[in-house]
DNA sequence: GTGCGACATGTAACCGTTTACAATTTTAAC
DNA sequence: GTTAAAATTGTAAACGGTTACATGTCGCAC
């Protein structure tokens, strides 16, 4: 079989086996509304010719173009790869194209924005961790491509996101339980995209220990750090303090911060959680390794839900935003 | 201004602006053939009606799709975010959309290669990490499409790798210079899809170590561990030998291990170097904050590289295959 | 004034599908 | 054997661009 010059089209098939573009078409998209013999004949004649229909004539054709358009900053949170896994695997499923975006800059967010409506190129968008402003939400909302927001939320659109304020509360609850009275806590920017997550960590953390009597009394017991290096370097002026005005416990948003941590202590020949507790967030691989308590979230089956709202939406059904909150869970090992 | 039912085409321009499709085409695409005034009249309406070019009709019409397929397995080597990076900031910069598939099963892979001819879709592939068989070579080779591997080769297409065989010698070369005589070598399956880097690797240690005059023992001075976890476990029967039998030197090829291996030795109170040298691979972030002595490749640079190399071949510059290696660097800190 | 090339624009075919509608054939009830 | 409904197939018009080619316009040398 010699290699073809260029691939061979409906139009090839039709004529070799006979019959009209029309039936060719149906053969392939509505087999059953063809004659059984018709249908074998050309399916036969479809795999001499080795016939690929093609996509993008089809995608004009059709008015879809069955691609997904994801935007994420890739290195914003450690989750993201499995993030991305959910993602990928529900979309190859259903025969979705996952194109990604990385924004990692205000230039770059501004040109994906700007692109994003161009041509029609994508059925839907999921946007992962940044959060849009509300003029960018209500050009989303605007639209006529369905979007939906993974690891953030806006009143105007779908999302699929992490209850963070239950987050909080969940480590708090737990701290106090374990009996720690003076608690302290460590947020992480997430590179300065998107400072939501961490607060509302905060949020919930407070509420939980204003019931319980309790306050993070000054600015003295919370930071924001920018990088794991950061979170080692407090470790000294915390553990200076006199043992009476000393945390006991501290709450970090991420779980590569509360290893920082825990690390640096190591090196100090310290121990958690005698010396000082730690509970993390995520439930990274290192979390398990290093017994770190955390709250994990569902990494995997958020990019898993976050497609399936976005198939929902671009299948006509419920267009209205629907904000999904998906469950945290509380993994108590040796840092608590 | 109400908002469209349906987007403005190409021909609601012409019509408003009074001139032909060809000509508002022309603006779009050969502004300098068409005469100034011409010019600024069309692109004000094209403004003022927010008309985008369909990119799928206009795809349809050129023949070309402006997206790059991109399959790896996400998992198979921590370096996954940077090569992707470099991957993505350089397609996008080429204003290419980037495809993501994530290959993790024998059957994924399958459907993947089933699927990659389907239909036109793609203007170039690359294929990270998963080396191919020498059926698929031949067929990726053959096909329509111009293909670039990322972090592995094949004789038969054009690749961006690092040189392996390298690696392991600037490894042996560094330990036998610190004075080490008693070697061990530790590497990891990849999750059992590509074998040949950690082979490769361990060839090049090898050469060094029998022109020194040395050798790796016998086959207690190397393993394949799957896991972090794995190679914690190893480090009791290294360390439980008497003096004279026990390496003095350790080399991981990957980070991950590597730092496995210093985290483990932490626990039962030994230091590198002294207890244990260890090199890793990668210059993965954790290996700067552990000061662990590794070979470092450039991730990001391979993912820049693959793309220029693929964007060259579609452009139909040189199209026999053509491998580039990228070069390697010894980083030398504590732990060695 | 004529002729000719350079430039600007329009006409219409084409890219490869899908699908509404029309035309034809088959099926089955009478 | 009719006949109407159902099933099958074909015709041709989209989908929304690009571009070869034809046509028309203009400037300028003669």
Chains 1, 2 share one sequence.
Not at 110 to 125: A, I, P, T
Not at 173 to 186: C, D, P, S, T, V
Not at 192 to 218: C, Q
Not at 280 to 286: E, T, V
Request: hydrophobic share 40%; aromatic share 6%; proline share 4%.
């Amino acid at each position: 079989m010699p290699k073809r010059a260029t691939p061979s089209t409906i139009h090839d098939v039709a004529k070799a086996a006979g019959v009209s573009v029309a039936t060719v078409s149906r053969v392939l998209n509505r087999p059953h509304r063809v004659r059984e013999s018709t249908r074998r004949h050309v399916q036969a004649v479809i795999h001499s010719l080795n016939y690929r229909p093609n996509e993008t004539a089809r995608n004009l054709s059709t008015g879809r173009t069955l691609s997904i358009s994801v935007a994420m900053p890739f290195m914003a949170r450690d989750s993201f790869v499995e993030r991305l896994r959910g993602i990928e695997a529900t979309s190859s499923v259903n025969a979705y194209d996952l194109v990604m975006s990385n924004i990692e800059s205000v230039v770059r967010r501004n040109s994906y924005y700007e692109s994003l409506f161009d041509g029609r190129r994508f059925d839907g968008v999921v946007i992962a961790t940044l959060r849009p402003s509300d003029e960018e939400a209500a050009q989303l909302a605007n639209g006529a491509m369905p979007v939906v927001l993974l690891d953030t939320s806006h009143p105007l659109l779908s999302s699929v996101d992490c209850d963070d304020v239950e987050g909080g509360r969940l480590a708090a609850h737990h701290l106090i339980e374990r009996g720690h009275r003076r608690l302290a806590f460590l947020g992480d920017t997430e590179f300065g995209f998107n400072f939501v997550s961490a607060r509302e960590r905060l949020s919930g953390f407070v509420e939980v220990l204003n019931d319980a009597g309790l306050a993070l009394g000054s600015r003295d017991e919370w930071w924001i750090v920018h990088s794991s290096h950061a979170a080692r370097t407090l470790l000294s002026p915390i553990l200076d303090r006199p043992a009476a005005e000393r945390p006991t416990a501290i709450f970090a948003t991420s779980d590569l911060t509360a290893l920082a941590l825990l690390d640096g202590m190591e090196r100090l020949g310290l121990k958690a959680p005698d010396d000082l507790a730690v509970i993390g967030y995520d439930d990274l691989h290192g979390a398990r390794w290093k017994a770190l308590t955390t709250i994990r979230q569902p990494l995997f089956q958020s990019g898993v839900s976050a497609i399936e709202l976005l198939l929902s939406q671009m299948g006509g059904g419920n267009t209205s935003p629907q904000q999904t909150l998906l469950p945290l869970e509380l993994i108590i090992r040796e840092s608590t």
